[in-house]
Each structure stands twice: as structure tokens, then as C-alpha cells.
């Protein structure tokens, strides 16, 4: 018992010999497939040891871009069809109104009934369109020079008052019909590329119909009855929101169908248009345009 109370165990070595081997492979190995091998890119310049730790990492070691300032949110209008919005619109004062619209004649003509191929006729124009283009302007959503400086003049409440003024006027752009019942005999087989689109648009295009949102058959919130408006003005802004000069329409529905329009098939809506200056107001119907 005593002998086996003095017994010395052997140190055996082993264990750490195979540990330290172990550590050794992984060293070398993380050295050569992170520090050396990730290194070389076969068209490409020798990176550097961080990023070939990165690169082998499968991360992106670029930080640059999340350094960079994003740039400003751009949005198409300010404006939004809340009550707040409506109540603003509907508060507006035809008599104040009308001292306002005197700075109008100049481009828009009396009483808001244009001559010109530039402006375009604001009487009888909804008022709610009116409000919006206005609005537009003054915070730069929509671009000119004339209009912009106008409109950072005006108060919100002058706007509601012009817009209500220009929309009760007489001498106006023809009503759109009480009943909006879209005109028969229209289909996507109709041969007038104009009445086409008008009235069933373009399926193959995913171009719906423009009286969907302008009427007769329908109505668009703050889109405006093109009827009676002068044929270059109209195609002038289907050409603008095809290019991407013009950016206020909200969600983008002008730019992606004007964008799909040949020059003949703006040239016979423009056209379209003009001449329904003269047609019954039973045949009335509207262009995709979100703006007067």
C-alpha cells in the first residue's frame, strides 16, 4: 500500500502536442485563405488585408456608400385629398377671388378664358385642379418661371378664393355631363386612336381609359375636363410629362402613359380635345392630364 501511495504518474504530452498541431493548421489556414489567398483577383488590383478578411467573410468591406448623404425625398405634390384639404377648397371666396384674378388676364385671358396656345383656359375649371396647380408652384413641383413667382405670392386662402372665382365663371370650359355615362360605340377596336384611348384606352399598354379619372364615367379628384383647351397646350404637356420635364402628377400615372403615346396619338388626342369646344356636352370626356 505504501509502495502505491509513491508511485509518480508519467507526464504524457501527447494531448498538448495534438492541440498545439491543431491551433497551428487553423492559424496558417486563417492566414493564408484570409490574409493571402483572398488577396489576388484574377482582372482586378491586389486588396488590401482588410478587405481580403471581408472577402473572405462574404462582407462587403465598401463602407463608403453609408458614409455618402442620401439626397432629399422628392415628391410629387404637397398635396393630399385629406377633409382638411377639401375644407380649404370649398371655404373659397368668389368675390375675393375675383380681385385676385386680375393678375391672371394677362396669360389666362378675361374672366379666365385663354386665347393663347401657352395658357391654358381656368374658367369653369375644377377648382380642386386649380388649388393643386397653385400649390404645386409655389413649392416648386411644378416648373415656371411666371407661375412660381405668382404663386409664392398668394396666401392658401387666396388660392381657394381664385380657384373658386375661375370655376363659377359662365364663359367656361364646357361641364363635364351629370350623369358621366362614358359615350357608346367606343371599344378597343374602335379605329379613331383618339376615341380609343378616350374611352377604353389601351389594354396591351396597360394605358386605361382617360375617362376614367377625367369622365364622362368617371372622375378623378383634382383632374380637370380637358375639353375646349387649345390643342398645342395639350399636347405640349402630354410631350412634357413623356420626357420627364413635368413631375406633379401624383403617382406618376401621366409620366407612365405619356410615355407610351406616339407623337401621332398625342397630336389626336390634342386634337381630340380642341374640338370638342364645339361638341354637345353629352359627348364630353377627358384626357390623363393632372393638371389645367
Known sequence: MARDRNTVSPINPWPKVAWALVAGVAVISIGLGFGVLSRYQQNDPTLDLWSAICRGLGL?????PAKESEPALRTPSRIAWTTHTLDQV?????RHGSF????????????GLSKSTVAPTLAGMDAAAIFKQLD???FG?????????????LSVRDSADVAAYLAAQKDRLPPLPPARIPESGHGPRES???????YAGDPRRGIAPCSSCHGPGGYKLGAPALHGQQAAYIERQLASFAQGLRQNDIFEQMR????QLTTDEMQALAAFYAGALQSPPTTHAGAHEDAP
Not at 370649398?90 to 368668389?94: C, I, P, W
Not at 379613331?192 to 378616350?198: G, H, N, S, T, W
Open 136 to 138: 404645386d408652384f409655389r
Open 192 to 198: 379613331d386612336p383618339a376615341k380609343r384611348l378616350v
Open 141 to 153: 413641383k411644378r416648373t415656371s418661371g411666371v407661375m412660381e413667382a405668382i404663386a409664392k405670392t
Open 256 to 259: 407612365v402613359i405619356a410615355r
Open 60 to 64: 462587403n468591406a465598401d463602407i463608403a
Open 100 to 111: 385676385i384674378a386680375m393678375n391672371c388676364v394677362a396669360c389666362h385671358g378675361q374672366n
Open 90 to 94: 370649398s371655404a373659397g371666396d368668389v
